[in-house]
């Protein structure tokens, strides 16, 4: 992964109050001052079009990878699940981690979501409070513990 550009995190979430509560909880616990930008992506084509430097990303550098994609499965037109398939078929983003972060815990989502290789799947907690901790721990633990190729 090539960090000229510097330490991205790849939010894709089409609920605006939910990205308001992911941006509050990621600069309280310090999250967000790790890495150089946290972008949001409001849905799934838009989420690819950022990953592949297509669309209005059209021209920025597609070998900078986000340090992890936190990825609802839930979005309108292109699903999440349908965006994984897609970030792990191409060669440039098969090992970005991506972590489906979803209201739903269907059983049937999170097997597919593994099946399609996701790196983990988490439920999204119903209160802030539980929700801040799990963004805290999620971020920490994919920019600090975690070794990426």
Do not use: C
Not at 16 to 25: G, P
Not at 80 to 104: C, H, K, M, N, Y
């Amino acid at each position: 992964m090539d960090v000229s550009e510097g330490r991205v995190i790849l939010i894709v979430e089409d609920d605006e109050d939910q990205v308001l509560l992911a941006m509050r909880a990621l600069d309280k616990h310090g999250v967000a001052s790790e890495v150089d930008e946290v972008v949001v992506a409001e849905d799934g084509k838009k989420a690819l079009d950022y990953l592949f430097g297509e669309g209005e990303h059209a021209g920025r550098d597609a070998n900078v990878t986000p340090e992890f994609v936190l990825l609802d499965v839930d979005l309108p037109g292109t699903t999440g699940l349908q965006v994984l398939e897609r970030v792990r078929a191409d060669e440039r983003t098969e090992l970005v981690p991506v972590i489906l972060f979803s209201a739903s815990n269907r059983h049937d989502d999170v097997v597919e979501g593994y099946k399609l290789g996701a790196n983990s799947y988490v439920a999204k907690p119903s209160s802030f409070k539980e929700f801040s901790e799990a963004m805290r721990l999620l971020g920490w633990y994919w920019l600090n513990w975690n070794e990426s190729p």
